[in-house]
């Protein structure tokens, strides 16, 4: 790979950006960035497009304003205000780390990576993405939309393409003064050619299909926690009625949803934790 290739790449990438950037709510533009916007925008947008995450990240800033703020709230409120996005245990973990947060690092998001990685729901990409998006920390890092942008100018018609051979040039194009509005950039453009050309990513080794969702255990288990965010409490025949599904099954993902956490059985009563 020349480096005129790889510049005419970052040139290529930067322009598209200047015409057609999103102006998306956690972005800072030319403020300061919010480290909470940003921690809330990442554990929210985790297996969610973006255009389902707006408007609910607004309602969900509205009632929790601030990691304090969120820390303080019970954990129910916090899966109610976020019904409508799935993965509830997301729900839990930035709760947890809202209040980990607080408690440990004085209310501001570690910079450290081994410090970010002990934080609830926050794994190896999204501790570089918060360090890239929060302090302007120059990582390497990767998703669905950096993944294709790279696919399609590196490997064109390449199958099966391991993120290992992406990372050296991920490393050699990232803007090291400003990985920030590099990174930003590069999500929109890769955004752009999915919606322009097709997803590039399924050429990558590390694609997988998602399982059907109609009828899968993980409906139920949201249609359970759906309800029960709008009731005080509710009996299994009750929640029964609600999922419009077969007592056995809904029983066993109560049983899970006890277990994992979500709710609690009182004398044959359910409720949000």
Not at 49 to 56: F, G, L, Y
Not at 86 to 101: D, E, K
Not at 129 to 155: G, H, K, M, Q, W
Request: hydrophobic residues 40%; glycine residues 6%.
């Amino acid at each position: 790979m020349s480096l005129v290739t790889l510049r005419a790449f970052q040139k290529e990438v930067y322009g598209y950006y200047k015409k057609e950037g999103r102006t998306l709510p956690w972005r800072p533009g030319t403020k300061k960035p919010d480290p909470y916007k940003i921690f809330v925008s990442e554990i929210m947008l985790q297996q969610t497009q973006v255009d389902r995450v707006i408007p609910k990240f607004a309602l969900f800033l509205k009632q929790f304003p601030s990691f304090r703020a969120l820390a303080a709230a019970s954990q129910a409120d916090v899966i109610r205000s976020w019904q409508g996005l799935g993965y509830n245990r997301r729900a839990i973990n930035l709760h947890r780390s809202a209040g980990q947060i607080v408690q440990e690092h004085k209310g501001h998001v570690p910079k450290d990576t081994e410090a970010l990685l002990t934080l609830p729901g926050v794994g190896p990409y999204t501790a570089s993405a918060l360090r890239a998006f929060i302090y302007n920390i120059p990582d390497v890092l990767i998703e669905t939309n950096v993944r294709s942008a790279y696919l399609r100018a590196f490997f064109p018609g390449d199958e099966k393409v391991s993120d290992r051979e992406l990372f050296p040039l991920i490393a050699k194009t990232i803007d090291t003064k400003n990985p920030r509005e590099w990174y930003y950039a590069l999500m929109d453009y890769g955004a752009m050619q999915k919606r322009t050309i097709g997803n590039e990513s399924r050429r990558s080794a590390h694609y997988s299909k998602q399982s059907v969702f109609k009828g899968s255990a993980r409906q139920i288990r949201g249609r359970i926690v759906a309800a029960l965010s709008k009731h005080a409490s509710m009996t299994t025949v009750e929640l029964v009625r609600a999922c419009a599904t077969p007592k056995a099954r809904v029983e066993k993902e109560i049983t899970r949803l006890i277990a994992e956490g979500f709710i609690v059985n009182t004398k044959g009563y359910f409720s949000l934790r």
